[in-house]
C-alpha cells in the first residue's frame, strides 16, 4: 500500500514538471529553450530526493576517517558502576527495576548507580546472599540455552518436535529464573538509596565506583539537528581515569515521502553501532548473557513504544 502511494505521488510530481517543461519550452524564446530540460533534468527530478541526499553527504563528512566504536579493554568483575543516561534521558523506574534484576548479582556486580534525568541518583547495593537462590538456578538456564541452540543449528531451522521439547524446556528454566531474579530484587529495590545528582558531580559518599558509564549527545550544527541525531557512549575506569571503550552513532532522520511523525528515523541513514543501549553488555556485563538491550525502542529514541516492551 505505501510503495504504491510512493508511485502514486512521484507520478504525478514527474507529470506535472514533463507537462511544466513542455509548455515552458514552446512559450519561451528559442535561445531560452536549451535551458528547460537541464533545469528540469538535473534541479527539478533530483528534488524529491534533495533531502536524503544532504543527509547523506553530512553523515559522510561527520564520519569521514573517524573511528566510531573502539573497544580498549573489557571487564569481568567491574563491581561497582555508575550509569549516566543524558540521552534518553535518564531510567525510569522500569529502567532501574529492569538495571537491578539484570546485571546486580553481588558478586561480578556489588553497587550499580543510575541517573533518572530529573535530578537524581538510584544507588543500588547488593550481596551475593540477595541472589543466592537464582545464581543456582543460573547453570541451569545456560545449559538448556546452549542445548536448544545447538540443536536449532543443527535442524537447519526446521521445526520438529525435538526443537520444540528443547525449547520449552528452555523456556520453562529461563522463566523460572526471571520470576525468582525478580522476587530477590524486590528488597534490594526497596532499599534503594537516592542522591541529588544536578551537577553531574558525584556526593563525596559516591567517589569510590570503579567504571562510569556515559551516554551523552553530539554536538551538531543549528542545521544538522534539524536533519539528524548523534550521540557518544563513553565508558571510564575512574581509579585510572582513562577512557577503555566509547562508541558513537549518527542517525539521519527519514524521507518526508515517508510519512512518518517528525523526527522518526525510519527510512534514515545511520553510521555506527545503532545498538547503543547494548554497549555496555559488550564492555562490562557479557557475564550477565544479556543480548538485548534495555529495551530495543530506546535504541530509536521512541518514548511513545518504551512501555509497550514491558
Known amino acids: 500500500m505505501i510503495?504504491?502511494?510512493?508511485?502514486?505521488?512521484?507520478?504525478?510530481?514527474?507529470?506535472?514538471?514533463?507537462?511544466?517543461?513542455?509548455i515552458m519550452f514552446r512559450r519561451s524564446e528559442r535561445h531560452h529553450r536549451w535551458l528547460i530540460f537541464p533545469v528540469f533534468l538535473f534541479i527539478y527530478l533530483p528534488l524529491p530526493w534533495a533531502d536524503l541526499i544532504l543527509k547523506g553527504a553530512i553523515l559522510s563528512v561527520r564520519t569521514f576517517n573517524t573511528t566510531l566504536q573502539e573497544v580498549r579493554q573489557t571487564v569481568d568483575y567491574p563491581e561497582s558502576v555508575l550509569w549516566i543516561d543524558n540521552v534518553w534521558p535518564g531510567f525510569d523506574e522500569y529502567g532501574r527495576h529492569w538495571m537491578v534484576e539484570n546485571y546486580l548479582d553481588g558478586v561480578r556486580l556489588k553497587v550499580l548507580a543510575l541517573n533518572d534525568g530529573e535530578g537524581n541518583?538510584?544507588?543500588?547495593?547488593?550481596?551475593?546472599?540477595?541472589?543466592?537462590?537464582?545464581?543456582?538456578?543460573?547453570?541451569?538456564?545456560?545449559?538448556?540455552?546452549?542445548?536448544?541452540?545447538?540443536?536449532?543449528?543443527?535442524?537447519?531451522?526446521?521445526?520438529?518436535?525435538?526443537?520444540?521439547g528443547y525449547q520449552s524446556f528452555y523456556i520453562k528454566k529461563l522463566t523460572a529464573f526471571r520470576n525468582q531474579r525478580k522476587k530477590e530484587a524486590a528488597p534490594i529495590l526497596s532499599r534503594q538509596e537516592i542522591y541529588p545528582f544536578t551537577s553531574q558531580i558525584l556526593p563525596e559518599e559516591l567517589q569510590s565506583?570503579?567504571?562510569?558509564?556515559?551516554?551523552?549527545?553530539?554536538?551538531?550544527?543549528?542545521?544538522?539537528?534539524?536533519?539528524?541525531?548523534?550521540?557518544?557512549i563513553t565508558i571510564t575506569s575512574?581509579?585510572?581515569?582513562?577512557?577503555i571503550a566509547y562508541?558513537?552513532?549518527?542517525?539521519?532522520?527519514?524521507?518526508?515521502?515517508?510519512?512518518?511523525?517528525?523526527?522518526?528515523?525510519?527510512?534514515?541513514?545511520?553510521?555506527?553501532?545503532?545498538?547503543?543501549?547494548?554497549?555496555?553488555?559488550?564492555?562490562?556485563?557479557?557475564?550477565a548473557g544479556v543480548k538485548d538491550s534495555l529495551e530495543v525502542t530506546k535504541d530509536n529514541l521512541d518514548r511513545s513504544f518504551y512501555k509497550l516492551s514491558q
Open 209 to 232: 565506583f570503579n567504571y562510569r558509564v556515559e551516554f551523552n549527545p553530539l554536538p551538531l550544527t543549528v542545521m544538522e539537528k534539524k536533519l539528524l541525531w548523534a550521540d557518544e
Open 121 to 164: 541518583l538510584y544507588v543500588y547495593r547488593a550481596t551475593l546472599k540477595d541472589f543466592s537462590e537464582s545464581e543456582t538456578m543460573r547453570p541451569e538456564v545456560e545449559e538448556a540455552r546452549e542445548k536448544f541452540e545447538k540443536k536449532f543449528s543443527e535442524a537447519e531451522r526446521k521445526t520438529s518436535k525435538e526443537i520444540i
Open 247 to 287: 562508541s558513537k552513532r549518527y542517525m539521519s532522520y527519514g524521507w518526508w515521502l515517508d510519512f512518518t511523525p517528525p523526527k522518526s528515523f525510519t527510512g534514515g541513514f545511520s553510521r555506527g553501532d545503532i545498538q547503543a543501549y547494548e554497549f555496555d553488555d559488550k564492555v562490562l556485563f557479557g557475564y
Open 238 to 243: 575512574i581509579q585510572n581515569n582513562e577512557v
Open 3 to 22: 510503495g504504491l502511494i510512493y508511485l502514486t505521488v512521484l507520478a504525478v510530481y514527474f507529470l506535472v514538471g514533463f507537462v511544466t517543461a513542455i
